[in-house]
């Protein structure tokens, strides 16, 4: 996070600051036997050059090495003013636990308007802040016609609004040194900006207007139809983006999960203005979205600009909000074989969960368990995941990297790997063997390392305002609440070795995935072979 708070109830003595010690007596150096010598009277001394100095200096310097009393000091502690002092908030910070850490963390508020649109913030205290929409309107609430139109949408947003102009907006968010950006997923599309503190009011006015007052010019819309196809050949060049895709082809056939977020050419090609104005009027409802914000934010602020900005121009929804057609997952495969290119590109994966069940955090921590690795990372024996140390020594791959991909009831955990040609069929057997290891005999010591790991990761990506803005963004619209650190951390520590062996059986063993691969793959196992390795003859 950007700025951890620091409470003063943490010290006994008030925040930033801790008392002086009781002075000691000193050591017997030069310098300390000179100063006690000035304590003596100088009536009281003998002239110099008689013996009786000589006696006076050994009686001296013996009563400095002697462990006896010093009255002197012991008059100090009694008279003298024991002032505190003040290192700072910054010099203590390093002295928390992780406990009064996370402890210390801002609370997030939440506030539900009349019309269903829910206000969450959390206020650090800083001096910038991060603002968001977050909407329940992805490719997955499209169908085979509008497919594109939630991304077609979220081109046109700062292309102008009745208020201000494409130049006009440009020119007020640079002047306000602020970002404004904006993403679509499957399930979500999110409008955010980032600014100052004080610029939240005109932040939040921005982010209204353009929702609400985005003009969808033909002009504008013709323009973007050609970036959007643009965006489309850049994304073709990257391979894990269309791997992905090609995995959610296969695993959610003919379901709304199985269409791209970018929609086919055809349809980009036939989107216009009566579609997104459709699609707008359908999904951007109150009880759809959240007002999200993090940073130096003060929740009162927000909800009053919330009222002015959305209480009355966004309607309720009428009845329930529509639940979701299922999306059923089918173990299959999609093979693209390209013999020209250098490397393969694999991704296989099972059907995981939800955001809500209970069996998430376990899938997560297995899902730590065997991590990710690339060549550049090196490490060998050292690494803490069996896979990346089988991979590093057998040379089995370029890089890999597990995944947890949750949507709102189902959800695809698997690896994703970069291999040469001739390693494919290696890579994906010790890949297996490592899956049917967690069914079967994973160690206490590797769970406690990878929930410490699991924690480590979760606090380390809210570092600033816009992953917290957007975690709590996220979490509203899955769990209508957003969970709190030490109730997340609570729950990743329920987490044992046999727990994990019963998660991962229930879902993992004896499962068809779904497999997608890119490239040279003529070494892929068929794909019977493939579902034979997902259980182990077991006595």
């Known amino acids: 996070m950007d700025q951890w708070m620091f409470h003063s109830s943490l010290w006994p003595h008030g925040g930033g600051c801790v008392p002086t010690q009781k002075a000691r007596p000193a050591s017997s150096t030069r310098g300390q036997i000179s100063l006690r010598l000035r304590k003596f009277c100088p009536s009281t001394l003998p002239t110099p050059g008689t013996s009786s100095v000589k006696m006076a200096m050994s009686l001296a310097v013996r009563s400095l090495l002697l462990p006896r009393p010093r009255r002197l000091w012991a008059l100090s502690n009694k008279f003298l003013p024991q002032r ?3 290192f700072g908030v910054n010099r203590l910070r390093s002295t928390q636990t992780a406990a009064q850490v996370v402890l210390n963390v801002p609370e997030t508020r939440v506030t539900t308007l009349e019309n269903g649109l829910r206000v969450a913030s959390e ?10 929409l977050w909407i329940d309107a992805g490719s997955r609430y499209e169908n085979e016609k509008n497919n594109g139109t939630a991304h077609f949408l979220e081109h046109m947003a700062f292309k102008g609004t009745k208020k201000r102009s494409q130049l006009d907006l440009e020119l007020e968010i640079e002047n306000m040194g602020a970002h404004l950006n904006a993403y679509t997923s499957r399930e979500q599309t999110v409008y955010y900006a980032k600014a100052f503190s004080k610029d939240l009011p005109r932040a939040v006015e921005i982010l209204a207007d353009i929702i609400q007052n985005s003009t969808l010019g033909e002009a504008e819309i013709e323009r973007e139809r050609g970036v959007i196809l643009r965006e489309m050949q850049e994304i073709e060049t990257n391979l894990q983006e269309v791997v992905f895709d090609h995995l959610h082809a296969t695993a959610y056939q003919k379901t709304a999960l199985g269409r791209t977020i970018l929609g086919p050419t055809e349809n980009i090609k036939s989107i216009n203005r009566k579609d997104l104005v459709e699609y707008i009027t359908t999904h951007y409802k109150g009880p759809r979205i959240v007002l999200a914000a993090a940073g130096g934010v003060s929740h009162d602020e927000l909800l009053d600009l919330a009222k002015f900005h959305f209480g009355n121009s966004l309607s309720r929804c009428e009845g329930e909000i529509p639940a979701l057609p299922a999306c059923k997952f089918t173990g299959s495969e999609i093979r693209v074989r390209d013999d ?3 490397l393969a590109h694999i991704a296989l994966a099972v059907e995981a969960i939800g955001w809500s069940h209970p069996d998430t955090i376990s899938l997560m921590v297995a899902n730590t368990l ?13 690494l803490s995941s069996k896979l990346a140390q089988i991979a590093c020594h057998g040379n089995l791959c370029h890089s890999f990297q597990s995944f947890n991909t949750s949507y709102t009831d ?3 955990w698997g690896l ?3 291999c040469e040609p001739a390693t494919v069929a290696d890579m994906i057997h010790f890949a297996q063997r490592e899956w049917m290891r967690l069914c079967t005999s994973v160690t206490e010591s590797e769970v406690a390392r990878a929930k410490n790991l699991l924690k480590t990761n979760m606090l380390l990506q809210l570092d600033g305002s816009t992953p917290i803005c957007e975690d709590i963004g996220r979490q509203m619209l899955c769990y209508n609440r957003r969970i709190p650190i030490p109730e997340l951390e609570a729950r990743i520590d329920a987490v044992d070795a046999q727990n994990i062996r019963d998660v991962c059986t229930k879902y993992i063993y004896d499962k068809h995935p779904a497999v997608a691969a890119v490239g040279p793959i003529e070494q892929l196992p068929d794909y019977n072979r493939i579902c034979s390795g997902m259980h182990w003859l077991r006595e």
Do not use: A, E, H, Q
């Open 416 to 418: 994703y790997m970069v």
């Open 84 to 86: 505190p002092i003040n």
């Open 340 to 342: 020209k290119m250098p």
């Open 410 to 412: 189902t959800g695809l």
């Open 370 to 382: 065997i991590g990710n690795w690339d060549r550049s990372f090196g490490g060998g024996m050292n």
């Open 123 to 132: 206020d650090s205290g800083l001096s910038t802040c991060t603002v968001g």
